[in-house]
């Protein structure tokens, strides 16, 4: 799936499949995007109640392989102890199955399977504010790893498999214990296979990827 996220009106197109996205709680339309060179706009979250859901993605059955890819721009961090899920499959708590992409209130990127049972987490904080970072999570089947900037932040191996209903919907901005995301989102985009690292430096600098890790 491939969500741009640039329509500033109707549904949130999917260009290459059928699975529209729609936002949820008053999402801004039409905000500047990630890309240089790129007129595509990207939307806004307000940190209250706006969350972007494609209901019933059923082909992107990602229970052996995944890709999840995304650029964002936050505004600010999760409250206390609670993360933002930049992109959520199956449900945000209380189940074995799932998984999703985020960052926690220290600034850290995480990555979650099988539910939370299997959690990586950058271990430092590098998320900047108020600054376009492509964010990517790869699960090849043997290991998860997340890059920032087509920069490794963290890798680790990881074989169990992601039981997770292939119609559960799918959410960007989500959270668990906080509020949701307030930041700015653009073309996310979710695979059912890992990506290479060359595809996912190709991807960075063809968005005019230039930009550095806030390590703290």
Known sequence: GDWRLGETTGFLADWIGNYVGSGAGGVTRGSAGALTNDNDRAVSLDGVDDIIHVASVGPFVTTSALTAEVWVRPAASPAGDGAWQFMLKGPVTGAAYGWFVGMKSNGR??????????????????????????IVATWDGSYQTIRQNATIVASAAQTRPNCEPGLDTLKFGDSSVVAPYNGLFDEFALYNFALSSSQIAQH?????????????
């Open 109 to 134: 990127l995480i990555f979650t399977q099988a539910g939370s049972s299997v959690a990586l987490t950058s271990p430092v904080s590098t998320v900047l504010f108020n600054t376009w970072q492509h």
């Open 204 to 216: 960075y600098w063809a968005g005019g990827g230039c930009g550095t890790l806030g390590v703290t």
